[in-house]
């Protein structure tokens, strides 16, 4: 059996992974990190969002993989990854109980029903529909232009392969979710990076180099991030209506990924991609959204995306082959059904972490500097060429460089190490916190780090003073 790092067993931590394990796995270590309790007041609130819920044990990236890969002897928080450490809504817990009781795992009607066109008898379908038209005032999505796919990806790579022919160009704003450059890899197809600029401490699109860019006759699509991961952008109407209108003009299909749609802070507005007021922009777009990464349902593996033109839908659907799980249909219905309020307030908590994160950073980390606080998203964007200078990580990097390294599974050669890498495995080292490294999400990434703040206000707070002690030791 295999034994964890702290000398449980898998199954041991496994049965008793959640809460309570969470006091006695968390507490001794967060003490020994000397992390103080939040000084934040708790959000309050139907739904305990404050206690550490603990996921080691269980495979996830989130924490044990970090363990793993960054040969952690003890950790203090997962940052990486964006999924949220909370316990599940119950209502979707309930819901899956009760379909675990039946035991019988059969194909889902859902899944041919919308092969043919047939959703409208779907409650999963009437889900998506009521709760997008009640939340954000979409009117777009019927039962007839919905497609499903296992996630967010599975979704995008087919309609990149109905409109970017192999060897074109997508065009991206960036700094931008990296996993996004493996859709390309997987596609034959190059990026076509606009550096957004960073203005008055939040970022912006460089218009001009973005419209040149749209105008370039390789490029055929273009992903668009609503809201933006990693940069915390909450793209306002006029904004995506000029993004939508570069498009058109240029003849760049619209493939706006809005999974991170629920996160907005407060004073902000999600405008989804669909409901600008220019019918042709929008006919010239596919959106894709999931329940996942609101509710933290990425295991479950969910997803759908609808276009409002049905030539558009019937291409992306004619090399969609993905299908989605029992398991994916049933918590994604029932988040929808009956977790809006969890929703709300995790939301309020997450928006209360951004802020709590990055006053303490502007205070208390001076190796690291943030812009303004994020509007959405969970992620926050760390500018980290200060402490990069302070460890000389290129120098470090550079080391590395000379010993033979891992072939890099993409290239097929051997992997280069940058010197966010060696920033991020510093922090592991020093600080017990894996974060991911910026130049994963393309040009203008370099020299930051992606710091995941969903989590428990305490783990936040243990993972901040666990940085700050590290550094200090610099100093
Ligand atoms: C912008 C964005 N798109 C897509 C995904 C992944 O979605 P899925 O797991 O549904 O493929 C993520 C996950 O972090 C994301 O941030």
Known sequence: MEILKNGTDRRSFLTGAGKSASVLALGPLLASMGATA???????????????????????????MAIRDEHMPKIVAGMGIADMDFECVPAVTEALQKRISHHNWGYEMLDIDLLLGNGGSSPFVKGIIDWNHKRYGITAITAKNIGISTGVHSGIMPALRAFAPPGSKVLMVTPIYNAFYFDLYGSKLLANESVMKFVNGQYE?????FEKRASDPMT???????????????????????????????????????IHCDFVGKGQKYTPFSTLDDKKMVDNSI????????????????????????AVFKEVQFWNRSEVSTLGIVSSQAAYAGGEDWLNQCVDYIDGNQKFANDYINAKLPLIKVGNKPQGTYLAWLDVSGLADKIGAQ???????????????LTGKPGKVIADDMVAHWLAKNAYVQLNAGYTYGSGGNNHMRMNIATSRKTLTAALDSMAAAMKNLA
């Open 395 to 409: 120098k470090l990097a550079d080391a590395e460089n000379k010993k033979p390294q891992p072939i890099n599974f």
């Open 287 to 310: 959106t894709f959204k999931a329940a996942s990464k609101s509710f933290s349902l990425a295991g479950l593996k969910c997803a759908w995306y609808f276009a409002t033109d049905p």
């Open 220 to 258: 055929k699509t273009t992903i668009l991030c609503n809201p933006h991961n990693p940069v915390g952008r909450v793209w306002t109407k006029d904004e995506l209506h000029r993004y939508g209108e570069i498009c058109l003009k240029h003849n760049v299909k619209v493939l706006s990924d809005e």
């Open 38 to 64: 939040s000084t934040a007041a708790p959000m309050g609130g139907k739904y305990d969002f404050d206690t550490p819920y603990n996921r080691i044990g269980t495979d996830c990236v989130k924490w044990d």
């Open 205 to 209: 699109i460089d218009w001009d180099d």
